[in-house]
């Protein structure tokens, strides 16, 4: 069964910058576009950063200019580089395919939480 473990969050004052990691099990080269995605307190998931295998990448309005989403294929791991953080981007951030019909099984996520 596939596996995706994300890691690298944490607690951050505003303004402050955090990297998150995630490690699929296997190769993800198959995987045309993989994703960062979170979910805030009382809301849905939602995508906010994709990066192709091409190196194409796509950002929601709320964090675009703010975060860089990479990948590497040959370590099967996808990265996502925070800066100038925001209350608002406390959440639980997964990874996962992007722009599918389908999904692996969600990993466990990793907590982001801005507060000073």
Do not use: H
């Not at 004052?13 to 993989?34: D, E, H, R, W, Y």
């Not at 960062?36 to 194409?56: F, M, N, T």
């Amino acid at each position: 069964q596939v596996q995706l473990v994300e890691s690298g969050g944490g607690l951050v004052q505003p303004g402050g910058s955090l990297t998150l990691s995630c490690v699929k099990s296997g190769s993800i080269f198959s995987t045309n576009a993989m994703g960062w995605y979170r979910q805030a307190p009382g809301k849905e998931r939602e995508l906010v950063a994709a990066v192709w295998r091409s190196g194409v990448t796509n950002y929601a309005d709320s964090v675009k200019g703010r975060f860089t989403i990479s990948r590497d294929n040959a370590k099967n791991t996808v990265l996502l580089r925070m800066n100038s953080l925001k209350p608002e981007d406390t959440a639980v951030y997964y990874c996962n395919k992007a722009y599918s019909s389908d999904w692996y099984p969600w990993g466990q996520g990793t907590q982001v939480t801005v507060s000073s």
